[in-house]
C-alpha cells in the first residue's frame, strides 16, 4: 500500500472500518424482525454503532480496559442467558451476537476483527433468511452482497497494514465531504464496472444454483431453529372483551390466499380458527374440558397430506365441496389455529408440524406459533355456515335448561363440555336483568330456536349501534350484562357474547367463534388478501345435530341460502401501487419461500422442453432453408443457360487460380522483398546490394571449403548488412573487408593442408 501514499493508506482503513460498521447495521436490521432480541437492545447497539461511525472520536476511543470490563459483563450475561433459557437456546445466541457486533462495531480493528464482524454479520442475516423467509430480507441480502464485497476487496488491498489500528489522531479535521470527494477521485470506472459485472455474475450463479440444489427445509431438518413467537390477543383460547377488536384497527396483511379460482371464494367468506365455550366475567374461554377432546396427529412428514379424524361433515342440505388445493400464507405472530372456511379433505404443509385437532370445536391448530410466514396448502374446502355436531354434542337439546350459579362456584367450575355451552356464570342480581332482556325478546311467546335467534339479533341492533369504543358501566356487576343495560354502541365481540348469553339463558346452547370475515382480491397476482381489520367474532348455534353460524353484529349476513362461487364485489378489489407492492409479497411466497421439489421438477421441465422445442424449430428451419435453396438453385440451372456458363468459368478461374496459387505468392513475397529493399536512401541500397553479393559468395565459399566460428559471425553480419533498413550504421566496409579477409585466409589455409 505505500505506492498509495500515506493519505491514502489512512483513507482506506477508514473506509473499510466505515463498511465493517454498516455490515453490522444491515444484520441488526434483520434481526429487528426476528424476535429473538428485544427492540430496544437492538435500537441501542444500532445507535451506539451509528454515533460511533459519524463521530469516530467519540465510542472508539475508549480505553481498552473498559471494554474489556464491558466484555466481562456481556459474559456474565450470555452465560446467565443461556442457563435460564434452556434447550431454547437459539434467542440467547442472537442476544451474544449483537452485544459482540456492539463491540466490534464501536471499536478500531484489526484485519483479524474485520474478518469477525463480517461473519457475525452473515451469520445473523443468514439466519433471519432462514427463519423468516421474508420478501424484506432479499432486500436486505441483495444490499449486504456488494457492501460485503466491497469489504473483502479493501480488506485484502490493505494487507501490509492489516494489523494496524486506527487511532484518534487518523480522525483529526476529518470531513465527510472532503472523505466522499478522495474516494470519487480513487474511483477507477474499469474498476468499478469489474466489480459490477462480479455482482451480476455472483447473482446470476446464485440463482442457478438455487434452481437446480435439491430440496429441504434447513429448520425442518434442525428442529432447534425456531422461534417461539407470541399469538395476537384475540386468537388464542382466551378472548377478552376489546381484543378482536384491536386487532380490527391494524391495516396490515394477516393472511394471504391462494384459492383454485376467483369464483370459489364466497361472496360473504368466514374464515373460522376457533371456538370459546366458557364464559367468565367478561371473557369467553376455550375451556380445558373441551380442549381434551384434542386429537393429536402426530409429527407429520412434509408434503404429506393429513386427513382429518372428524371433518364436522356438513349436512346434505349445505354447499358442496370446492375443489382445489387452497394455499394459504399466513404472517408471523398471528395465531396457531389455522383459518379455513369449513371441512375440507386434507392438509398438507411444507415442512414437520404436530397438528393438533380439536374435534370438538372443529378447529386445528398447530405446535406453537411462527414468527415468519406459515404457509399450509387444503384441498378441497367446504364454505360452510353449519356442520354436523361432534356426538359427544348429542347430549344436548335444542331446549335444555341452563346451568346458573355465581362465577368461579363450585358448581361452575365443576361443569364440563359440553354443558359449558349452556352455563350462565352470573349473579342473581345480572340474571334478574338477562332474564328481563329475554322477555323483551320472546315477548311471552314460545319461539322456536331460529325464531328466537333471529328476535334476539334484531333486539341486539335496534338498541345497540356498532361503535369501536363503547362506553358503559364496568365497575359494579357483569360487564356483558353492563353493556346490553347501557344502549351504547358495541364491536363484533359484545354482539357475540350478548348473543349467546340470551341464547343460553333461553335453553339454546351457544359458543362465540373468532377468525376473520371477509376479504378483497388482488387483481394483479390474483389472489385472496386477508388483513387484520377483517378479524371477527360471530356466535354458533346448536340446532338439532348441528352448529350454525349466527353473525349479530350490524351489517352482517344471516341468510341460510349463502351465495356460492359468485365474484366479489368491485369495492372489495386491491387497487394502487399498494396492491402492486403487495403482489410482489405473494410472488416471493409463491415462487422462492415454497420452491420445493415439485416446483424445481416443474421448473427443470418446463426448461427441458423449451431447449427441445427451440433446437427441434432451429433444426426446421435449417432444413426448410436447405431445401429452399437447392431447389431454387436447380431451377436457376435448368431455365438459364447463361448461368451455366457462368458457373462452368468460374470453376475454369477456381482451378486455374489454385494451381498457379504458389506461384502467385512466391511473386508477391518477391515484389514485396523487392520494393523494401529499394526502401531508404540510395546509398542504403547500394550497401544492401554488395552485402548481398558477397554474402551469395560467402556462403558458396562456406559449402567448399569450410567454415568456422569467426566465418559463422561475419555470415551473420551480412545478414544484418543485407535485410537491414540501416546498413551504414553496422559499419558495412568493415564488415564486408573482413569477409573478403577471411575467405583469403580460409583459402591458404585449405592449399597449405593440401
Not at 109 to 138: H, K, N, P, Y
Not at 395 to 420: F, G, N
Amino acid at each position: 500500500m505505500s505506492a498509495w501514499g500515506e493519505r491514502s493508506n489512512n483513507d482506506l482503513l477508514r473506509l473499510k472500518w466505515l463498511l465493517g460498521g454498516v455490515l453490522a447495521l444491515i444484520s441488526l436490521w434483520t434481526a429487528s424482525s426476528l424476535g429473538a432480541a428485544t427492540d430496544l437492545q437492538i435500537f441501542v447497539v444500532s445507535a451506539l454503532i451509528l454515533f460511533a461511525m459519524f463521530k469516530p472520536g467519540g465510542l472508539p476511543n475508549i480505553p481498552a480496559t473498559a471494554w474489556r470490563g464491558f466484555t466481562g459483563l456481556m459474559v456474565l450475561f450470555a452465560v446467565g442467558d443461556f442457563v435460564i433459557a434452556g434447550a431454547s437456546f437459539l434467542e440467547p445466541l442472537v442476544r451474544l451476537v449483537v452485544f459482540i457486533l456492539l463491540i466490534r462495531g464501536c471499536t478500531f480493528r484489526t484485519r483479524r476483527e474485520d474478518l469477525q464482524i463480517l461473519l457475525l454479520s452473515m451469520f445473523l442475516l443468514v439466519l433471519t433468511g432462514v427463519l423468516t423467509v421474508s420478501l424484506l430480507f432479499a432486500g436486505q441480502i441483495i444490499l449486504f452482497t456488494p457492501v460485503a464485497m466491497l469489504f473483502l476487496f479493501i480488506t485484502n488491498l490493505a494487507e501490509e497494514d492489516k494489523d494496524r489500528l486506527l487511532k484518534k489522531s487518523d480522525w483529526l479535521d476529518f470531513s465527510w465531504v472532503a472523505f466522499a470527494r478522495r474516494l470519487r477521485v480513487g474511483l477507477r470506472s474499469r474498476l468499478a464496472f469489474a466489480g459490477l459485472m462480479t455482482f451480476f455474475a455472483l447473482f446470476a450463479i446464485a440463482g442457478v444454483i438455487f434452481v437446480l440444489i435439491p430440496r429441504f427445509q434447513l429448520d425442518q431438518n434442525i428442529p432447534f431453529l425456531q422461534v417461539q413467537a407470541q399469538a395476537r390477543s384475540g386468537f388464542t383460547e382466551t378472548i377478552e372483551f376489546g381484543e378482536v377488536t384491536e386487532i380490527t384497527e391494524d391495516n396490515s396483511v394477516a393472511l394471504r390466499i391462494d384459492a383454485p379460482s376467483r369464483e370459489a371464494i364466497p361472496d360473504n367468506p368466514y374464515w373460522r380458527m376457533l371456538v370459546a365455550d366458557y364464559y367468565d366475567d367478561g371473557r369467553f374461554i376455550a375451556s380445558q374440558s373441551m380442549r381434551q377432546k384434542d386429537y393429536e396427529a402426530g409429527t407429520r412428514q412434509p408434503d404429506v397430506e393429513y386427513f382429518p379424524q372428524f371433518t364436522g361433515l356438513v349436512p346434505e342440505d349445505s354447499p358442496r365441496v370446492s375443489s382445489g388445493a387452497w394455499t394459504f400464507y399466513m404472517e408471523g405472530n398471528v395465531s396457531r389455529y389455522l383459518p379455513h372456511l369449513g371441512p375440507f379433505l386434507s392438509v398438507r404443509f411444507p415442512k414437520r408440524h404436530q397438528l393438533v385437532e380439536n374435534t370438538a370445536g372443529f378447529s386445528y391448530r398447530v405446535d406453537q406459533v411462527s414468527a415468519s410466514v406459515f404457509s399450509y396448502q387444503i384441498e378441497s374446502m367446504v364454505n360452510a355456515r353449519e356442520h354436523l355436531a361432534h356426538p359427544i354434542d348429542l347430549v344436548l337439546l335444542p331446549t335444555s335448561a341452563p346451568i346458573i350459579d355465581r362465577p368461579k362456584s363450585d358448581i361452575m367450575q365443576a361443569v364440563e363440555y359440553p354443558l359449558t355451552q349452556l352455563s350462565i356464570p352470573l349473579f342473581p342480581t345480572d340474571y334478574e336483568i338477562l332474564q328481563r332482556f329475554v322477555s323483551e325478546i320472546n315477548n311471552g311467546q314460545s319461539l322456536g330456536t331460529i325464531e328466537f335467534v333471529e328476535s334476539a339479533i334484531r333486539w341486539l341492533q335496534r338498541n345497540h349501534g356498532y361503535s369501536l369504543k363503547p362506553v358503559y358501566e364496568t365497575e359494579i356487576g357483569d360487564p356483558l350484562i353492563r353493556w346490553m343495560e347501557s344502549k351504547s354502541g358495541g364491536h363484533c365481540e359484545l354482539f357475540a357474547g350478548a348473543l349467546v348469553l340470551l341464547c343460553r339463558a333461553e335453553g339454546i346452547p351457544a359458543r362465540v367463534a373468532v377468525g376473520f370475515s371477509g376479504g378483497s382480491w388482488n387483481p394483479v397476482e390474483e389472489y385472496f388478501i386477508i388483513r387484520n381489520r377483517n378479524a371477527h367474532a360471530w356466535v354458533e348455534i346448536f340446532l338439532e345435530d348441528r352448529w350454525q353460524r349466527w353473525d349479530p353484529t350490524p351489517g352482517a349476513v344471516n341468510s341460510l341460502d349463502l351465495p356460492q362461487g359468485q365474484m366479489l364485489n368491485i369495492d372489495q378489489m386491491e387497487a394502487g401501487w399498494e396492491a402492486w407492492v403487495d403482489s410482489m409479497r405473494i410472488a416471493w411466497y409463491r415462487r422462492i419461500v415454497n420452491f420445493d421439489q415439485a416446483s424445481q421438477e416443474a421448473l427443470v421441465e418446463v426448461f427441458t422442453d423449451a431447449i427441445k422445442t427451440t433446437i427441434q424449430t432451429i433444426k426446421e428451419d435449417f432444413t426448410s432453408f436447405i431445401e429452399s435453396q437447392i431447389e431454387n438453385w436447380v431451377t436457376l440451372w435448368e431455365q438459364n443457360l447463361w448461368l451455366r456458363v457462368l458457373m462452368v468459368t468460374a470453376l475454369v478461374f477456381l482451378i486455374g487460380i489454385m494451381m498457379l496459387k504458389r506461384w502467385m505468392i512466391d511473386l508477391l513475397r518477391l515484389t514485396a522483398l523487392r520494393r523494401w529493399m529499394r526502401s531508404g536512401t540510395d546509398e542504403e541500397a547500394v550497401w544492401r546490394r554488395r552485402a548481398g553479393r558477397v554474402r551469395i559468395r560467402f556462403m558458396g565459399f562456406q559449402k567448399d571449403h569450410g567454415t568456422d566460428e569467426v566465418g559463422a559471425e561475419l555470415l551473420n553480419k551480412l545478414d544484418a548488412l543485407r535485410f537491414s533498413r540501416a546498413p551504414s550504421a553496422l559499419s558495412p566496409e568493415r564488415t564486408l573487408a573482413d569477409a573478403q579477409k577471411w575467405m583469403l585466409d580460409r583459402k591458404r589455409a585449405v592449399k597449405t593442408d593440401a
